[in-house]
């Protein structure tokens, strides 16, 4: 069965500083894999997508993601923090079955200092 | 041009009542979820429906019923509401690939609180 593992229930960062998600993942098959953003009181939006094209991820407001199969990790950076950058985000894992799940991580709060 | 919506926004209601929200998307994807999020953010997936026939149905109290009328469409019904169904309910939609399904799109959410 598919799953994912958010390391770090929140980090923390300064305006600007490098942003780093961390994200492993397990499956028995090739995976696709995801980030979503949650701002307050909204709903989940979709950051970027791995579905076993190009191995690093280009996604909204200059994010991306790198899958890298020998450490089953799907990590997320971001090279400068901007405050508005401040959200939940969900690692997940679509799940290989005829129910089609897609499998969430716990979520990572990310905060930003000024 | 809003790609999933969900009705109402925010519903309170007291212990015992029956309530619904609504979901729409226009995406024309074939496969409709509903999530609930708890206050520690973690989101468990409650029902799918893909063209309108149930494929998920995960361990949820039977007073919750989804109904499909049409692929576009996905209701949730709630009866004897209880304190511990006060979250925020997604409902999400995507297309499916095989085995597999692409990305899901999210509706903004409907925040429950029963009293």
């Known amino acids: 069965a598919q799953s994912v593992t958010q390391l770090g229930s929140h980090v923390s960062v300064s305006e600007g500083a490098l942003v780093l998600l961390r994200c492993n993942y397990s499956?028995?098959?090739?995976?696709?894999l995801f980030w979503y953003v949650q701002y307050p009181n909204q709903g989940l939006q979709l950051l970027l997508k791995?579905?076993?094209?190009?191995?690093l991820v280009k996604g909204i407001n200059g994010f991306e993601a790198e899958f890298k199969k020998s450490e089953t990790s799907f990590h997320l950076t971001k090279p400068s923090a901007h405050m508005s950058d401040a959200a939940e985000y969900f690692c997940?894992?679509?799940?290989?079955?005829?129910?089609?799940?897609?499998?969430f991580g716990s979520g990572t709060r990310l905060s930003i200092r000024p | 041009d809003t790609a999933v919506s969900q009705t109402p926004k925010y519903l309170v209601t007291q212990m015992g009542n029956d309530k619904s929200i609504k979901c729409e998307q226009n995406?024309?994807?074939?496969?409709m979820y509903w999530y609930k999020q708890d206050s520690k953010k973690f989101l468990k997936i409650m029902f799918s429906?893909?063209?309108?026939?149930?494929?998920i149905n995960e361990t949820v109290p039977n007073r919750f019923s989804p109904k499909s009328p049409d692929k576009a469409h996905l209701n949730l019904h709630i009866n004897s509401l209880e304190l511990g169904d006060s979250a925020v309910y997604f409902c999400?939609?995507?297309?499916?690939?095989?085995?597999?399904?692409?990305?899901?799109?999210f509706g903004p959410g409907t925040r429950l609180t029963v009293t």
């Open positions: 791995y579905t076993s094209a190009a191995t």
């Open positions: 499956s028995s098959v090739p995976p696709y």
């Open positions: 995406l024309g994807h074939d496969t």
């Open positions: 999400a939609s995507s297309q499916r690939g095989g085995r597999r399904t692409y990305e899901q799109y």
């Open positions: 997940a894992v679509t799940e290989y079955s005829s129910a089609s799940k897609i499998i």
């Open positions: 429906y893909n063209n309108k026939e149930l494929i």
